[in-house]
C-alpha cells in the first residue's frame, strides 16, 4: 500500500459497537491525508483466528490485534487502536513518527492502574507493560513472528508484553499524548489521541469523564445528515 496512505486497523467488540463508528468520525474530520479503516471483527476471522476466550479478556480483540502484521501481509506500515479512543489531532502526525529501525512502536506507559474493575464490572488486570498494545505502529515486514499459528497459541503475556520480538531495543516510543490514558492520566489540553481505558462515555458511569463532552459532540457529528 502506498505510504501516503495510513492503514488503521481499530479493535471493534460487539458491546461497544459505536465506539468504532465514532473513533473512525474522529479520525476522518482531523486527517490531513487519506486513510484506510479495518475493522477486526471476530465474525470476519473465521480459520484465521481460531483461539478460545480467555476468561481475563476484557474485549473481544484483545488477541486477535496481533493479526495486523499477518493482515496486512507483512508489508509497509499498519496502525493499530483500541476502539476506545478519541482522535483529537491529525492522525498525520502519528504517521509521520514511523522510524524504519523499529519492528513497532507505541507509548510505553509506566503507571499502575487506579481502579481495580472496568466497564461492565470487568476486572482491571495488571501487568507489565500495561497498555502498551492498546495503539502500535506495526513495521509489519520486521513483525513476521506473529504468523497466525503463533497468536492463536501464544499466552496474553507473550503477545501483550512484545514476546514475540528478539529485544526490546526493537520497540520505538511513541510521545504519550498519542495514547492518553483517561482517568489514570490528569486531563491534558494537547492529548492527541484519548484512550478511555477504564469505559468509554457511552456506558452511562463513564458520561462524565474527561474529553467525554467532545466524544458526545463527535458521535452528533456521525449521525449528521443535510436535509432539503
Known sequence: MNDGVARIFVGFDSKEVVAYHVLAQSIIERSSIPVVFSPIVLSNLDGIFTRERNALQ???????????????????????????????????????????RYAAMCVK?????????????????????????????????????????YVNTATGLQLHQFKWLESEDQIGEVPVTWNYLVNEYDHRPDAQLVHFTDGGPYFDEYRNDDYADEWFAMRERLLHVQQK
Not at 67 to 92: K, T
Not at 133 to 145: Q, R, T, W, Y
Open 109 to 149: 506507559h509506566d503507571y499502575q492502574p487506579k481502579v481495580e474493575t472496568k466497564f461492565l464490572g470487568q476486572t482491571q488486570t495488571k501487568y507489565e507493560k500495561k497498555n502498551w498494545s492498546s495503539m502500535i505502529l506495526f513495521n509489519n515486514a520486521k513483525c513476521k513472528a506473529l504468523t497466525k499459528d
Open 58 to 100: 476484557s474485549t473481544e480483540f484483545s488477541f486477535s490485534r496481533f493479526l495486523v502484521p499477518y493482515l496486512s501481509d507483512f508489508e509497509g506500515w499498519s496502525i493499530f487502536m483500541d476502539c476506545d479512543m478519541l482522535a483529537r489531532a491529525d492522525i498525520a502526525e502519528l504517521w509521520k513518527l514511523r522510524d524504519d
